[in-house]
């Protein structure tokens, strides 16, 4: 069974400088995958390798096994791409331009699906403006129909909720969820990490060029961030000595321990005298701390010591 | 039912669209070709036509006429592949040209088969135009000597055209690059292309340079179609205009090629 997307070393060279470096991963048939990246990590250009807009310098991307260059019409007809950019598209209209798309993809009558996707993304009554008509999140929206004409066995998300109000953003994330549960196979940028981890069943980090992780997005998270364990104290207390511990104030202890270890074995050591317990209060490492450690992955290290450095 | 066929609708969608494009501005495409048109043939053909001789044996408003059908058809051609590309650049619409299931050919055809459509609507505006003035002139209407010469030459010299206006879009980097071809090279190659003017009037050595002109003998093949005379042979017509369309074909399909289809 192919995967929907594999891409192997992918390589994409300007001059000297490596946009993209031997970059590899695959996608797994009806999953959200999120690649993350700072700005000018290499996201867009290897998305616009895959799209054949950039041309690799080395390397292959196969869609369902076929590579994109050897059959260029068949697997393009298999993807869906929202660019970054928002494309104007002159003197046609919105549903024009669903029509051209749908041609473009080979379906010359596609009015069923063209009514779908005005409905679904709230831009029936916009149908017959043209693009520099449409605000900012029309035009998004309008991006996303497009890409969809075709039903693409595979969807491609260039940053699509880039300056994007947070409800737009939300009604958009919704509709890629239900398009996952339809079958389909999205690989999606985005800076909003919380999203990222909300949405995505797997992450990729790319830096400089070069993938850095590649997991699932709970075990990334996981894997390289600490949960927190906070406890409100009543009275006065000794000072408490644990190699997990982060800080002590009067009234609370702040402890930080990786999440393979059971909360039972972190807190034995501070010899605790539980009647003075008022409230605990236990945080999951998130996303962010997860991405920030992988792009910094030197200073990493200095996240586990056992330093008092926060402030009461 | 939906059919699916990525092999040939691709294709005839983006020549849908083509034509389409310049449907959407007729005043601008069809209407204003009509009336430069008229201009000409009131100013040259019927003001100053009784004073000039080509020495063709043929009433210089006919010569003109021949002259003017070929001038539009290939200018316009030249637009409307040009001005779809360049517009694409600017609006980044041509970047939805290479994400979808097109290949260079399918895209170079489509989008020469629109220039082509235009070129042809454009030339029957300035044929019935002309016909209306030489009517007017002579009270009888002009007759067209070989109906299929005349479709050969102006369907060849549109199709070439419009792949030339593919080749410059897709070169040029900037606005001014693109204007400054069509101002500096082609405006001087088609009116020193014997639109109004025969070899018979010219000194030796501007006989010699317009030789050399390829849009001289492309206007030459129609005007001898339409009339039955011409400045050169329509062999040696007929030989350049199947000379430009490989020649143009070639470098398309190179910068097509070559070429990114990112935004500006």
């Known amino acids: 069974m192919h995967k929907p997307l594999e891409i192997l070393n992918l390589s994409k060279n300007y001059g000297a400088f490596k946009a993209v470096d031997d970059v590899s991963f695959a996608l797994e048939e009806g999953e959200i995958f999120g690649l993350l990246g700072p700005n000018g990590a290499g996201k867009t250009t290897l998305i616009s390798c895959v799209v054949t807009l950039e041309n690799m310098t080395s390397g292959k991307v196969k869609v369902f096994g076929d590579s994109i260059l050897d059959k260029p019409k068949e697997t393009k007809s298999k993807i869906g791409y929202v660019p970054q950019e928002v494309v104007n598209h002159g003197y046609f209209t919105v549903e024009e331009i669903l029509k051209f798309y749908s041609g473009f993809f080979g379906i010359l009558r596609n009015q069923e699906k063209i009514d779908y996707l005005l409905n679904r993304l709230s831009l029936d009554v916009h149908r017959n403006k043209k693009v520099k008509q449409l605000s900012g999140g029309m035009k998004r929206r309008l991006m996303i129909a497009k890409a969809l004409v075709h039903d693409p066995k595979i969807l491609l998300l260039d940053e699509p909720t880039a300056g994007v109000d947070i409800e737009l953003r939300n009604s958009l994330w919704d509709f890629v969820v239900e398009l996952k549960k339809s079958g389909t196979t999205v690989l999606l940028t985005t800076h909003y990490l919380e999203e990222a981890e909300e949405l995505c069943d797997r992450i990729g980090v790319i830096h400089n060029g070069s993938l850095r992780k590649v997991g699932r997005t709970s075990d990334l998270i996981q894997d390289l961030t600490l949960r927190k364990l906070e406890m409100q104290l009543s009275g006065k207390n ?4 644990s190699k997990y511990l982060v800080s002590q104030c009067e009234e609370s202890i702040e402890l930080e321990f990786p999440s393979n270890l059971e909360i039972g074995e972190v807190v034995k050591d501070l010899d605790l005298d ?18 920030l450690r992988i792009l910094n992955e030197n200073n990493a290290n200095n996240s586990t010591n056992n330093s008092v450095e926060r402030d009461c | ?9 691709p294709f005839l969608m983006l020549l849908w669209k083509e034509i389409r494009r310049y449907c959407k ?6 209407v204003t070709p009509g009336i430069n048109s008229s201009l000409y043939l009131i100013i040259f053909g019927v003001s100053l036509g009784g004073s000039i001789d080509v020495g063709l044996e043929v009433p210089y408003l006919a010569f003109l006429i ?18 779809s590309i360049i517009s694409g650049k600017f609006s980044g619409d041509l970047e939805d040209l290479k994400v979808v299931p097109l290949s260079k050919q399918q895209i170079i055809w489509a989008m020469c088969l629109g220039g082509i459509t235009r070129g042809l609507v454009v030339a029957s505006v300035a044929l019935t135009v002309g016909q209306i003035f030489y009517y007017s002139q002579y009270g009888e209407f002009m007759e067209i000597k070989s109906p299929f010469s005349l479709a050969f030459f102006l369907l060849g010299g549109a199709l070439a055209y419009a792949k030339l206006g593919m080749f410059v879009a897709f070169l040029a980097k900037t606005f001014d690059q693109m204007s400054a071809v069509s101002a500096f090279v082609l405006q001087p190659l088609a009116f020193l292309g014997g639109v109004f003017f025969s070899l018979n009037n010219l000194s030796p050595f501007w006989q010699k340079i317009s030789l050399f002109n390829p849009v001289f003998y492309l206007i030459n093949g129609v005007r001898h179609s339409i009339l039955g005379v011409s400045d050169v042979p329509p062999l040696s017509a007929a030989v350049v205009t199947v000379l430009s369309l490989v020649i143009f074909h070639v470098l398309v399909l190179v910068t097509l090629s070559r070429s990114e289809f990112k935004r500006w």
């Open chain 1, 274 to 291: 539980w009647s003075t317990v008022k409230d605990i209060h236990l945080k999951e490492g998130s996303l962010e701390e997860a991405f």
């Open chain 2, 1 to 9: 039912m939906k059919t699916q066929n990525i092999y040939f609708n």
């Open chain 2, 25 to 30: 501005v007729l005043v601008q495409t069809v």
């Open chain 1, 238 to 241: 000794k000072e408490f000595n």
């Open chain 2, 66 to 83: 021949s002259g003017l059908i070929m001038m539009s058809c290939l200018n316009n051609s030249f637009a409307n592949t040009s001005s």
